[in-house]
């Protein structure tokens, strides 16, 4: 087990393209363990290849259950692509272990289908995901499309969080 650092916004590395996953070996089943576990250790729900340096289309999630308990709903997903997306957009709240100490609201589908293959390299499908996992997915893979939810923000919003998040940047640096 390894817990990796997680790449900061908006380093280039979250922009880069990430190319498809070929082989599904042992080094593929550690490096998805190391998300997991980078992930949890930042008490985060979704983390993308990308985020912690690794240009590789893999995403590994983890919806807490009724209690607001992880381990229950473990997904790791491997070239996943979103097939459908339906519904009304709906507003969404969201963070991004990349995007430490903010938050802000964009817009999502409620419910959408996708096609992914296992840590065995086989096809697997979820197929009209709604509530939160259906955010997630929207928000991880488009961390595979080189996207950070912060992209989606209006720009005005968006000079916003770049002044703030500046000041917030320097106060990490500072608690190090
Ligand atoms: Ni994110």
Known sequence: MAIRNVVIYPDEILR??????????????QLCADMLDTMYKNE?????APQIGVNRKIVVIDIPDD?????????????????KREGEL??????CL????????????????VTY?????KEQQLNDVEGLLAICLQHETDHLDGVVFVDKLSRLK??????????????LQHAE
């Open 16 to 29: 880069k393209p990430n190319a498809d996953v070929t082989v599904f070996d042992d080094d593929l089943k």
């Open 44 to 48: 985060g729900i979704g983390l993308a």
């Open 158 to 171: 968006r000079d916003r969080l770049h002044k703030k998040y500046s000041r917030i940047l320097k106060e």
């Open 90 to 95: 709906v507003e969404s709240q969201e963070g």
């Open 117 to 121: 293959q296992d840590l065995e390299g």
């Open 98 to 113: 990349s995007v430490p100490g903010y938050q802000d609201t964009v817009m999502r589908y409620p419910k959408v289908s």
């Open 67 to 83: 209690n607001d308990e992880q381990g229950k709903n473990q997904l790791i997903l491997i070239n996943p692509k979103i097939t």
